[in-house]
C-alpha cells in the first residue's frame, strides 16, 4: 500500500484531508521559498518534499519514522525563513 491509503485506512477521510493539505501546504512554501532566494540551500527542502511525496505514491514510509522526520524538519525550514505573518505585517496599511 502507499501512504495516502495507510493513512486513510487508520485516521479516515478527514485525517487523509488533513494529511494531503499539510503535505501540499510544506511543497509550496518550500518551492516559494526556493524561487525566491535562488541558492541550492533552499532548493533542499523542495527536493526532500518532492522525494517523499513521490515515494508516499509506492510505499507507506512518509507516516513513521525518518520519513516523518524529514517531512518536519523541511516545513520548519520553508516556514521558518518564509512567514506569511511577516509578509501580512508588512503589507497592511498603518
Do not use: H
Request: hydrophobic share 55%; net charge positive.
Amino acid at each position: 500500500m502507499n501512504a495516502y491509503i495507510d493513512v486513510w485506512f487508520q485516521l479516515g477521510l478527514v485525517g487523509l484531508v488533513a494529511f494531503v493539505g499539510l503535505i501540499g501546504l510544506a511543497f509550496i512554501r518550500s518551492w516559494l521559498l526556493e524561487s525566491r532566494q535562488r541558492s541550492f540551500v533552499y532548493a533542499r527542502p523542495a527536493l526532500v518534499l518532492l522525494v517523499l511525496r513521490t515515494t508516499a505514491l509506492a510505499e507507506s514510509y512518509l507516516p513513521v519514522g525518518f520519513g516523518w522526520l524529514a517531512f518536519v524538519v523541511c516545513s520548519v525550514k520553508a516556514s521558518r525563513e518564509l512567514s506569511w505573518r511577516k509578509a501580512f505585517a508588512a503589507t497592511r496599511p498603518g
